[in-house]
């Protein structure tokens, strides 16, 4: 299945999938708010303000299945991140990323394997997949923070293959 094709719902309710982010490299991260590694949000947000304008998306997936680290309602998890972080990229809905009842973005996402080779089960929050515009995903484990060189690595490679509109000379 072309993972673009997915329904997602925004934490607003509004009905959208990956295609509406086709001509963007997209970074899909499962966020919570009161996790050890929430602190990625700032790091986030960097990269979203840096490659925003060229081409990049964060989308940010709020989950609560790992100790519960993201209990809070929409309107809740919506004010920490605006508030805490001033986080602009876009948010989805709660999901569930592992287990039987995972959405099924997320279903597509864990048979891509990392680095070493190892696909499967989420293993914590802010855990990334770096989707290139031709369809490939990368997937950087949870410690890997946001700005680490192979994450920028992959993010601009997936912005290299974007196409340069045509400049008309006068």
Known sequence: MDIREIPLTTIDGDQTSLAA??????????????????????????LQREYGDRGFTVLGFPCNQFAGQEPGSSDDIKEFCSMTYGVTFPLMEKVKVNGRHRHPLYAELTAVADVAGRAGRVKWNFEKFVVSPDGRVQRFRPATQPDDPAVIAAVETGLAQLRTPDLETT
């Not at 899909?28 to 960097?46: D, F, M, R």
């Open 21 to 46: 982010y086709a001509d963007r490299v997209v970074m899909i991260v499962n966020v919570a708010s009161k996790c050890g590694l929430t602190p990625q949000y700032e790091k986030l947000e960097a």
